[in-house]
């Protein structure tokens, strides 16, 4: 058991009381006012706020998930450098068993020792997507939603998250079956119209991948597939801020209109996140990056370079919102819909991943589930 000092707690709202925060066995145990545990770390420098959850992430230092499977626990053993204590490598559209390789990866679990970001499964964007919003993914992967394909797709096999097209042909069933096994089904890479988005949406859809990328956009007459989606209460969308994929503009109304209520922010980071400008892979593309984003040959963006906190300080520059307004678009809100009650929030019996931030919100250390994984080398961290 040890307790922590810390200069303020978020959970992720501010706690308004004594800084301090116990943990045992992996867990949180007290919040508040208590004696310090015989081991204990003083951060008063640094601001202690859950640990961030991010729903779709291509891969990072130089590693592709859906070219390099075999890399998923070897990036995310690094990811806690960037905060993150859970996420759902993402699988773009590819062949069944390139998708069935990576399931396997995942199923075979961490190896010896890894002390890293928890895994809970993966987020397979794909294959059953609109080839007319396909973004970087390979057109002739695409699959018609046929649950032969999908009869071994269960959360307990790894599969975590579904992108789909609810409008494509023999998808409300698919949505149907794969939502009562549990998993998450997301609305993406689809030209859906109000109407088949509503449909969806009823068939068990309970997310959106990226908000505006790869969607049916706003018209007047033809609301489409982003109005369905804000308009309906239960469903939660992420969005990539790193103000290339959605203008501020547009990010500023989605918050005026629902503020964080349904929010996620996603990175949607690739290979070349945490590396310099180079050329990195993304599924069976090769990807240019300058420093600024990632792109196709022929300008299209293909996933981004964006870290968790520069979306999260994206936010508050975009909406003026608040620091624990942003923070639980990274924490609570994503936990919640993956229905992990015991993540993302700073509580007793919660699960004790989290971050201390310096003042210029900067990762100074992480912990995954009680244990220091990450620690900056310029961090002060005074163990007594």
Same mark, same amino acid.
């Given at each position: 058991?040890?307790?922590?000092?810390?200069?303020?707690?978020?959970?992720?709202?501010?706690?308004?009381?004594?800084?301090?925060?116990?943990?045992?066995?992996?867990?949180?145990?007290?919040?508040?006012?208590?004696?310090?545990?015989?081991?204990?770390?003083?951060?008063?420098?640094?601001? @202690?706020?859950?640990?961030?959850?991010? @729903?779709?992430?291509?891969?990072?230092?130089?590693?592709?998930?859906?070219?390099?499977?075999?890399?998923?626990?070897?990036?995310?053993?690094?990811?806690?450098?960037?905060?993150?204590?859970?996420?759902?490598?993402?699988?773009?559209?590819?062949?069944?068993?390139?998708?069935?390789?990576?399931?396997?990866?995942?199923?075979?679990?961490?190896?010896?020792?890894?002390?890293?970001?928890?895994?809970?499964?993966?987020?397979?964007?794909?294959?059953?997507?609109?080839?007319?919003?396909?973004?970087?993914?390979?057109?002739?992967?695409?699959?018609?939603?046929?649950?032969?394909?999908?009869?071994?797709?269960?959360?307990?096999?790894? =599969?975590?998250?579904?992108?789909?097209?609810?409008?494509?042909?023999?998808?409300?069933?698919?949505?149907?079956?794969?939502?009562?096994?549990?998993?998450?089904?997301? /609305?993406?890479?689809?030209?859906?119209?109000?109407?088949?988005?509503?449909?969806?949406?009823?068939?068990?859809?309970?997310?959106?991948?990226?908000?505006?990328?790869?969607?049916?956009?706003?018209?007047?007459?033809?609301?489409?597939?982003?109005?369905?989606?804000?308009?309906?209460?239960?469903?939660?969308?992420?969005?990539?801020?790193?103000?290339?994929?959605?203008?501020?503009?547009?990010?500023?109304?989605?918050?005026?209109?629902?503020?964080?209520?349904?929010?996620?922010?996603?990175?949607?980071?690739?290979?070349?996140?945490?590396?310099?400008?180079?050329?990195?892979?993304?599924?069976?593309?090769?990807?240019? =990056?300058?420093?600024?984003?990632?792109?196709?040959?022929?300008?299209?963006?293909?996933?981004?370079?964006?870290?968790?906190?520069?979306?999260?300080?994206?936010?508050?520059?975009?909406?003026?919102?608040?620091?624990?307004?942003?923070? /639980?678009?990274?924490?609570?809100?994503?936990?919640?819909? @993956?229905?992990?009650?015991?993540?993302?929030?700073?509580?007793?019996?919660?699960?004790?991943?989290?971050?201390?931030?310096? /003042?210029?919100?900067?990762?100074?250390?992480?912990?995954?589930?009680?244990?220091?994984?990450?620690?900056?080398?310029?961090?002060?961290?005074?163990?007594?």
């Amino acid at each position: 058991m040890f307790s922590i000092d810390a200069r303020k707690i978020y959970h992720p709202e501010m706690f308004n009381r004594e800084p301090r925060v116990s943990v045992d066995s992996g867990k949180f145990v007290t919040l508040g006012e208590q004696k310090k545990a015989g081991r204990h770390l003083r951060a008063l420098e640094y601001d @202690l706020v859950p640990g961030f959850i991010d @729903l779709q992430i291509n891969g990072a230092f130089g590693y592709d998930f859906t070219s390099q499977p075999d890399s998923i626990w070897q990036v995310a053993e690094r990811l806690p450098e960037f905060g993150i204590t859970t996420c759902l490598p993402t699988i773009i559209t590819s062949p069944l068993e390139v998708m069935e390789n990576a399931l396997q990866v995942w199923r075979n679990n961490k190896p010896t020792g890894y002390q890293g970001t928890y895994l809970p499964g993966l987020h397979l964007e794909g294959p059953f997507l609109n080839p007319k919003k396909k973004g970087v993914h390979a057109a002739g992967l695409f699959h018609l939603a046929d649950p032969r394909l999908v009869q071994e797709w269960t959360p307990q096999n790894g =599969v975590r998250m579904v992108t789909i097209a609810p409008e494509i042909p023999g998808a409300i069933n698919l949505i149907i079956s794969l939502s009562q096994r549990g998993i998450l089904m997301s /609305a993406g890479h689809s030209l859906a119209d109000v109407h088949q988005a509503r449909a969806g949406f009823g068939a068990g859809i309970r997310y959106a991948t990226h908000l505006f990328n790869a969607m049916t956009p706003i018209h007047h007459r033809e609301p489409g597939l982003v109005m369905a989606i804000l308009e309906h209460e239960e469903i939660s969308y992420g969005m990539i801020l790193d103000g290339l994929h959605v203008a501020p503009e547009l990010v500023r109304m989605v918050w005026h209109y629902q503020g964080n209520r349904r929010l996620i922010l996603v990175t949607d980071a690739s290979a070349a996140l945490g590396m310099p400008a180079g050329t990195y892979p993304l599924g069976n593309n090769e990807i240019q =990056v300058d420093g600024i984003s990632a792109r196709l040959a022929d300008g299209t963006l293909a996933g981004s370079i964006l870290s968790p906190l520069k979306a999260l300080q994206n936010l508050q520059s975009f909406t003026k919102c608040s620091f624990h307004e942003a923070l /639980a678009c990274l924490t609570a809100n994503p936990a919640r819909v @993956l229905g992990m009650r015991d993540r993302g929030v700073i509580r007793p019996g919660a699960v004790a991943d989290f971050v201390l931030l310096s /003042a210029d919100q900067q990762v100074a250390a992480t912990f995954v589930a009680g244990e220091l994984v990450y620690q900056a080398p310029w961090a002060n961290l005074q163990w007594d």
